[in-house]
């Protein structure tokens, strides 16, 4: 798969010299519509790859060292979540859009659940 991949660019790298080169006057206009047309894909893969990679990199969750500088600024916050969690004994989930109860799910849509 590789050496198709490694064609493919050099066929591309190859039709953008030509076509935007001096050495090729005859037949210039339909050469840089061909490379252009086969950069496309190229173009989408490596924009893909590089929002991937952003994707990734920023979604790393902090290290050990960076939650207990945090700590002792949101321990009150934290408390206070402990708190109201002891209070709601009776709910073993609590989400943005829904509550599980015991006796069932309640989603946020509900006009009955009151949510």
Do not use: C, H
């Not at 798969?1 to 206009?29: C, D």
């Not at 060292?65 to 206070?80: H, P």
Request: glycine share 10%; hydrophobic share 50%.
């Amino acid at each position: 798969m590789i050496p198709w991949i490694l064609t493919y660019v050099a066929i591309v790298i190859v039709g953008f010299m030509l076509g935007f080169g001096p050495w090729i006057q005859r037949g210039r206009g339909i050469i840089r519509i061909v490379s252009v047309l086969l950069a496309i894909p190229l173009g989408i893969i490596a924009g893909l790859v590089v929002l991937l990679t952003l994707a990734f990199y920023q979604a790393e969750p902090p290290g050990l060292t960076d939650l207990a500088k945090q700590f002792s600024s949101k321990r009150a916050d934290l408390e206070t979540i402990l708190k109201m969690s002891n209070e709601d004994r009776q709910y073993s989930r609590i989400a943005p859009s829904f509550v599980d109860l015991g006796a069932g799910r309640y989603m946020a849509d509900d006009p009955g659940s009151q949510l």
